[in-house]
């Protein structure tokens, strides 16, 4: 158990525990991975980022719901102010971060995420059932901080250029060139111009987090630790992995461009874009 992951072995051993709310938070990948399994881990409860936990009014997929809305979809799957929370995905790490970053920036304390997630549950040897667990209780979870790790566009186009600020773009360093398309349709090529490269595959192995040592390596070739890390995806989820694996890492000054590529690259605006 860290500050941000819990094993399979530490899920198994606690999950019966009266306090413990798991959370599935699976979503079909875009590109790359594909992890069908079917299996839900017992006591899990359905953290739906698609079409629940996200805003429906906007044209971009993912983005944050609204506070009053999450709030209360929080409070409709039981979770209370002393809940641990502990969020998984199929594939291994996916979208949990994303759940994990959401639920974390309303300044819920227990949050992790089950690093390896279901794939390591199963190989485990770990039971599974096929539906969720009912919720009997509406539970009491509040806002307690001001958010802090989400910013939009105009925040971005305020900071990117900063010396003290570098953008992370986590999708694959074909699309980060212009070489490969995106699989969204009326979106440009290329990147956030000063934006660096970082795959979220590049953090995982074996659909879990690499170890401490190794992420600290890694981050120290990209950014001072004092620098504020803006982290950009397609849809600002995979954004969400190497945005945890840089707080795994020490670097505390973290923030996920909520819109990403969807929102910087969309044809319709006139945010800068380099192929560079």
């Not at 069908?36 to 980022?49: E, S």
């Not at 570098?166 to 699309?175: H, Q, T, Y």
């Not at 620098?227 to 992995?241: D, K, N, P, V």
Request: net charge negative; charged share 20%; proline share 4%.
């Amino acid at each position: 158990m860290s500050n941000y992951t819990v094993s399979s072995h530490w899920l198994f051993s606690n999950i019966n525990n009266n306090n413990i709310i798991v959370l599935d938070a699976s979503i079909k990948p875009v590109t790359g991975m594909a992890n069908n399994i079917d299996a839900i881990i017992p006591k899990a409860k359905r953290f739906d980022l698609k079409n629940v936990f996200s805003d429906k009014e906007s044209k971009y997929d993912h983005m944050l719901p609204k506070p009053n809305m999450f709030i209360n979809e929080l409070q409709k799957l039981g979770i209370n102010e002393d809940s641990v929370v502990v969020v998984y995905d199929n594939q291994g790490v996916y979208s949990s971060p994303r759940a994990w970053f959401m639920i974390k920036d309303i300044g819920h304390k227990e949050v992790y995420v089950l690093d390896g997630g279901l794939p390591k549950w199963i190989e485990n040897g770990f039971s599974t059932c096929t539906e969720y667990t009912n919720v009997a209780v509406t539970g009491n979870i509040s806002v307690k901080d001001k958010p802090r790790f989400f910013c939009d566009a105009n925040y971005l186009q305020e900071h990117y250029n900063d010396n003290g600020c570098n953008v992370i773009d986590a999708r694959s360093e074909g699309r980060f060139l212009g070489l490969e398309p995106e699989p969204r349709e009326g979106l440009k090529s290329g990147h956030i111009p000063g934006s660096v490269s970082l795959s979220f595959n590049k953090v995982i192995k074996d659909g879990a987090f690499l170890d401490n040592r190794e992420l600290k390596a890694m981050f120290s070739g990209l950014a001072d630790i004092n620098q504020e890390l803006i982290f950009s995806c397609g849809s600002g989820i995979t954004s969400c992995i190497p945005a945890m694996a840089a707080l795994i890492a020490g670097y505390n000054n973290i923030k996920v461009y909520d819109g990403s590529w969807s929102e910087w690259g969309d044809t319709q605006n006139n945010y800068p874009v380099t192929l560079n």
